[in-house]
């Protein structure tokens, strides 16, 4: 069966608090009560930016003064398939007047959801659940105990998504460390990956694990755990992170760093090219902090993951 190829693009409103608005599929529709995000399909002579601001206008009567790309998903339904272009919307102007769903709902990306959703926006929701700033432990450079104090000041801060690679440090070292972070990015309700030490993460039972480049290239299925993410440096390793269902990519040096000193930088806009139209989040990594959150996401990236920029 050949299905017609469609082009949609929708768009994640996103509040201040971090809200984002679902909208319920009309009686008379394909999968009538399903919820959405807002948006339509792409026509001739659009991309999907602009056929997403014609969209918003002509289904919310909103006009989008500030959009970012974001996610690239496709999905195989019975009638079509369907190539789904995200977009965050970061302002708008006018107040929703809604002229095509039966109910809009303003949604807490860590709270409950609106049932039923369309199929193809699974993903979409648990990427929304994944924090914008992710730091990176280096306990074997500057002591476990100050980054467990660095690590409580972040958190403190409001981080909420680390990642634990001390390589450097012996088993049982890392092992002591670990248990030490893991209780304190739960008792934040965050989320903490351990790099490279599979079985460090199902002992102790961390949120997921980070793969190098190397364990990527080695990788033959995705690892069973709930979060699983990878460090990525070319276009052919993010499609591999992609084609193995991976959570979230590291993408970087986006800036010269201490970490890797000599090494070429890629700069935003080659950033922007190799993160382009992918399936899930892309991090952008090196000589980045706080401070680059607002050009990362321009440039498409989900956050940012740091490790001197994260403390």
């Known amino acids: 069966m050949t299905r017609k190829q469609v082009d949609v693009a929708a768009g994640v409103l996103l509040r201040p608090d971090g809200s984002y608005l679902l909208g319920q599929r009309a009686a008379d529709t394909v999968y009538a009560g399903y919820w959405e995000f807002p948006g339509g399909k792409v026509e001739p002579g659009e991309n999907p930016a602009q056929a997403l601001i014609r969209e918003l206008d002509e289904e919310l009567g909103i006009r989008v003064t500030r959009l970012r790309p ?4 496709e999905h195989l339904y019975e009638h079509a398939h369907v190539r789904l272009h995200f977009h965050e919307v970061v302002a708008w102007e006018g107040e929703l007047d809604d002229k095509v769903h039966t109910a809009l709902a303003w949604v807490q990306p860590d709270g409950p959801t609106c049932e039923p959703m ?6 979409i929701l648990k990427a929304l659940r994944l ?17 467990l104090a660095a690590l409580d000041a972040a958190l403190a801060r409001g981080l909420r998504l680390v990642q634990l690679r001390e390589a450097a440090l012996d088993p049982e070292q890392r092992a002591h460390f670990a248990r030490e972070a893991l209780a304190r990015v739960r008792a934040c309700n965050g989320l903490l990956v351990i790099n490279g030490d599979p079985g460090l993460a199902r002992q102790l039972g961390a949120d997921g694990v980070h793969l190098s480049a ?21 276009r052919a390793e ?14 970087g040096s986006v800036q010269p760093t201490a970490t890797h000193p000599g090494q070429p930088a ?7 090219v190799l993160a382009e139209g992918l399936p899930m989040p892309v991090f952008a990594l090196g000589g980045l902090g706080e401070s680059d959150m607002e050009r990362a996401r321009d440039a498409g990236a989900h956050g940012i ?4 920029g994260a403390w």
């Open 70 to 73: 974001w996610l690239c998903r």
């Open 118 to 123: 369309l199929p193809a926006n699974g993903p």
């Open 131 to 147: 924090p914008r700033m992710m730091g990176i432990t280096h306990a074997a450079s500057v002591g476990a105990d100050a980054q």
């Open 214 to 234: 190397r364990e990527l290239a080695e990788t033959a299925k995705r690892p069973d755990f709930e979060w699983v993410g990878a460090s990525c440096h070319t």
């Open 238 to 251: 993010l499609e591999r992170c992609a084609g193995l269902g991976l959570d979230y990519a590291l993408l």
């Open 266 to 272: 890629l700069g935003w806009p080659a950033f922007t």
């Open 305 to 308: 993951a740091a490790i001197r």
